[in-house]
């Protein structure tokens, strides 16, 4: 069957991406998606992010990285969505922009101000459904909904607390284009249910007869007649399908797939490519370089007693809670687990935020670490990395996964800052009012002290915060290495774009999924003709100041 546009993956970015082109220009829409539907009860309720990220959930595929020389040959699991609304239907939720210098970055590196932070809140505000916010910053009648957490545990609260006594000061609101501070996280929920990128923008259409969703499939490779691409090739239940597109080919995958998918198509380094056998398209350098992610550092603690959520999952707090949940919607299943966050920079209190603070009322889960107990841990997320990682191919089989590099710690400064950022959790814990609750530091342990040792620690620990981004970044003409134009079209061919993830040049300094959506929404008004103006800015002014 023909369609006028075939999107290659109903994550964050192909659920906007199909949406739009539907409703709004009554296109024919061919949608697939390598996971299943969203129908679990796991996925509605906002803890079932825990259940299914730390348990064997169908709708996660785990991306095992190769070996990391730079965690002293370590392997790493990387968790990414694997169901209709992709991330957004199994992360935990947080709703955040990053700041006004990070898509100035995207500006510099472009030449367009439409991906600037004044060109993008357009698009923020049209999607939001805040339930507290409502001006310059923010939409309160969009469709992704936008709530306070209905639950908070009191360490949460206490953490926000201390964190203030450290000279932090207190946010009311971390998506107005600043990030310093420390406060209450917003979540893509509504009435104590998780509100993702299906439920928001999908779930709407899927009655449409000019959408077609087909879930359980894997696209292999996009048909081209010359440089112009037509089509995909796709695998459901053994059977090989061809189905074509009168107007564009939109890829949405991810950081992973959206890269080997275009190398499978003969879109990527060419010396790579003849390695696998195939045949070189484009000779695009940049594919699958360029891959960013936030790791983090955690300290894990035990407490004096219940401050957290250690044991609402069993027995009869299991009971009551779910009792409580099904009654009013609210309760410990209400919560994302982490209701709180704060954003600081250690070496310039002033500066730009590099790190990104979490409380979890949990001691965080590690094999060499003892039995979990009432506990707590502190994270730090590393939010402006400066190790580079790359996606490559491990053969030209489109049913093998891609060979996933992070190459976090690379980098000198990420390790400084995140051994800082260690120092930092535990003069944080040793501040009041969380200093009274602490048992005692579990992880790493108060016997690791010195730099080398806190090393050692990060190496073996640090893990990925589910933020890759950048594999087919996009930038200027005369950019050897990047992938798209700034318009998202595929370099070296026609009728190909790619709309998630993987666009982005430089990593937002926060959680990343509000972005995507904003960028696939920018997306379909730049391939229709309809983008948004915004502000006239000096690329050189900017530059200077980032």
């Known amino acids: 069957m023909d369609y006028d546009y075939i999107v290659?993956?109903?994550?964050?970015?192909?659920?906007?991406?199909?949406?739009?082109?539907?409703?709004?220009?009554?296109?024919?829409?061919?949608?697939?998606?390598?996971?299943?539907?969203?129908?679990?009860?796991?996925?509605?309720?906002?803890?079932?992010?825990?259940?299914?990220?730390?348990?064997?959930?169908?709708?996660?595929?785990?991306?095992?990285?190769?070996?990391?020389?730079?965690?002293?040959?370590?392997?790493?699991?990387?968790?990414?969505?694997?169901?209709?609304?992709?991330?957004?239907?199994?992360?935990?939720?947080?709703?955040?922009?990053?700041?006004r210098a990070d898509y100035e970055r995207w500006f510099t590196a472009t030449g367009d101000s439409g991906w600037s932070w004044h060109g993008l809140l357009p698009y923020f505000k049209k999607q939001e459904g805040n339930q507290r916010f409502d001006n310059v910053a923010h939409g309160s009648d969009g469709p992704l909904k936008v709530s306070d957490s209905l639950?908070?545990?009191?360490?949460?609260?206490?953490?926000?607390?201390?964190?203030?006594?450290?000279?932090?000061?207190?946010?009311?609101?971390?998506?107005?284009?600043?990030?310093?501070?420390?406060?209450?996280?917003?979540?893509?929920t509504y009435n104590g249910q998780r509100c993702s990128a299906a439920d928001a923008f999908l779930n709407p259409v899927l009655d449409n007869p000019k959408l077609s969703l087909i879930t359980g499939a894997q696209v292999e490779r996009v048909l081209f007649e010359g440089d112009l691409a037509v089509g995909v090739e796709y695998r459901i239940r053994g059977k090989l399908v061809q189905a074509r597109a009168s107007g564009e080919v939109i890829l949405c995958a991810g950081a992973f797939a959206t890269p080997k998918l275009l190398m499978l198509s003969g879109i990527g380094p060419a010396e790579h490519l003849r390695e696998h056998g195939l045949n070189v398209r484009v000779d695009s350098p940049g594919v699958g370089e360029n891959l960013q992610d936030h790791n983090v550092a955690v300290v894990s603690m035990s407490t004096h007693g219940q401050y957290g959520?250690?044991?609402?999952?069993?027995?009869?707090?299991?009971?009551?809670?779910?009792?409580?949940?099904?009654?009013?919607?609210?309760?410990?299943?209400?919560?994302?687990?982490?209701?709180?966050?704060?954003?600081?920079?250690?070496?310039?209190?002033?500066?730009?935020?590099?790190?990104?603070?979490?409380?979890?009322?949990?001691?965080?889960?590690?094999?060499?670490?003892?039995?979990?107990?009432?506990?707590?841990?502190?994270m730090a997320n590393l939010v402006r990395p400066r190790s580079r990682g790359t996606v490559r191919l491990k053969s030209s089989m489109p049913s093998d996964d891609t060979v996933v590099s992070p190459n976090w710690l690379q980098d000198v400064s990420d390790r400084d800052r995140l051994i800082g950022a260690i120092r930092y959790l535990r003069r944080l814990a040793s501040t009041e009012p969380l200093a009274s609750i602490i048992n005692e530091e579990v992880g790493p342990g108060l016997s690791v002290q010195s730099d080398d040792e806190l090393l050692d620690y990060l190496k073996r620990t640090t893990d990925s915060n589910y933020h890759p981004v950048g594999t087919c970044r996009m930038g200027r003409d005369g950019d050897p290495m990047s992938v798209l134009t700034p318009d998202l079209k595929v370099k070296g061919v026609t009728g190909l774009r790619v709309f998630d993830a993987s666009m982005m040049p430089h990593i937002i300094s926060s959680n990343t999924n509000a972005t995507v959506m904003a960028v696939a929404d920018r997306g379909v008004d730049v391939m229709m003709g309809q983008a948004r103006s915004s502000p006239n800015l000096d690329s050189t002014a900017v530059a200077a100041r980032v």
């Not at 609101?173 to 893509?188: H, I």
């Open 309 to 378: 959520y250690f044991g609402e999952d069993r027995g009869f707090r299991a009971l009551r809670n779910a009792l409580q949940y099904a009654a009013f919607r609210n309760g410990p299943i209400a919560s994302n687990g982490a209701e709180t966050m704060a954003f600081v920079n250690l070496v310039e209190p002033d500066g730009e935020p590099d790190l990104q603070l979490y409380c979890v009322g949990v001691m965080w889960p590690d094999p060499q670490g003892p039995k979990p107990t009432y506990g707590m841990t502190l």
């Open 151 to 188: 639950y908070t545990v009191e360490v949460a609260d206490r953490f926000v607390r201390a964190m203030q006594r450290q000279g932090v000061p207190f946010s009311p609101d971390f998506n107005a284009g600043s990030l310093r501070g420390v406060g209450y996280m917003q979540t893509t």
């Open 8 to 99: 290659v993956g109903a994550g964050s970015a192909g659920c906007v991406t199909a949406s739009r082109l539907v409703r709004e220009h009554q296109a024919r829409v061919l949608l697939i998606e390598t996971g299943p539907p969203a129908k679990s009860a796991l996925i509605r309720m906002p803890a079932g992010t825990f259940k299914m990220l730390f348990g064997g959930s169908p709708f996660i595929k785990r991306y095992v990285s190769s070996s990391q020389p730079s965690l002293d040959g370590r392997t790493v699991t990387i968790p990414q969505g694997n169901v209709v609304g992709g991330g957004s239907s199994v992360n935990a939720m947080a709703y955040t922009r990053g700041s």
